[in-house]
T-cell receptor, first 109, second 113 residues
Framework: KNEVEQSPQNLTAQEGEFITINCSYS?????LHWLQQHPGGGIVSLFM???GKKKHGRLIATINIQEKHSSLHITASHPRDSAVYIC???????????FGTGTSLTVIP | DAGVTQSPTHLIKTRGQQVTLRCSPK?????VSWYQQALGQGPQFIFQ???????QRGNFPDRFSGHQFPNYSSELNVNALLLGDSALYLC????????????FGSGTRLTVV
């Protein structure tokens, strides 16, 4: 049983397309993180959300606490956006994070 | 301002050996968490250290142990290495056990042959 489910697992898009990655979770949370992991391993935190919506450049993240669902959107996708995007939740109790298995995005020029 | 620093970046060990991985937290952070990420999987929580004590532990055997030093840096030790221990080991630091400001390092790629 996974506390965090992501979809799709793999995604291939043409440059310029609008991309959506979804995350559903089953536990009560204090925050949700969207992370970006490039080949080689390094993880970068894109957003931390506890409600509503956040935007940074071409990236938009939304969360619906009642529905236990979050989405990451990439507008005007570019080949440099190719990476694995991971959803991670910070539960209300306990100290560990729960991670989704990631969405592998490839943007083709 | 340095982020989370992990060393070494890559490591090859033989089955049965022991390995030590190191993590220096981001400046101002006092809590360190360790994760194992197998190929194609999300990170799995190993344990968290705060105030030089292990505060929470995931579902990993006793072969996995750790330590936190007074300067908040941390080590992950794995004894009697198995082929299945090959993975990317990620360290994350934060302020206090509430995980404020959670920041990941780039990881150590361990290969067991």
């Amino acid at each position: 049983k996974n506390e965090v489910e992501q979809s799709p697992q793999n995604l291939t898009a043409q440059e310029g397309e609008f991309i959506t990655i979804n995350c559903s979770y089953s536990v009560g949370i204090s925050a949700l993180h969207w992370l970006q992991q490039h080949p080689g391993g390094g993880i970068v935190s894109l957003f931390m959300l506890s409600s509503g919506k956040k935007k940074h450049g071409r990236l938009i993240a939304t969360i619906n606490i009642q529905e236990k669902h979050s989405s990451l959107h990439i507008t005007a996708s570019h080949p440099r956006d190719s990476a694995v995007y991971i959803c991670a939740v910070q539960p209300n109790t306990g100290n560990q994070f729960y991670f989704g298995t990631g969405t592998s995005l490839t943007v083709i020029p | 301002d340095a982020g989370v620093t992990q060393s070494p970046t890559h490591l090859i060990k033989t089955r049965g050996q022991q390995v030590t991985l190191r993590c220096s937290p981001k400046s101002g952070h006092d809590t360190v968490s360790w994760y194992q990420q197998a190929l194609g999987q999300g990170p799995q929580f190993i344990f968290q250290y705060y105030e030089e004590e292990e505060r929470q532990r995931g579902n990993f055997p006793d072969r996995f142990s750790g330590h936190q030093f007074p300067n908040y840096s941390s080590e992950l030790n794995v004894n009697a290495l198995l082929l299945g221990d090959s993975a990317l080991y990620l360290c994350a630091s934060s302020v206090g056990p509430s995980n404020y400001g959670y920041t990941f390092g780039s990881g150590t790629r361990l290969t067991v042959v």
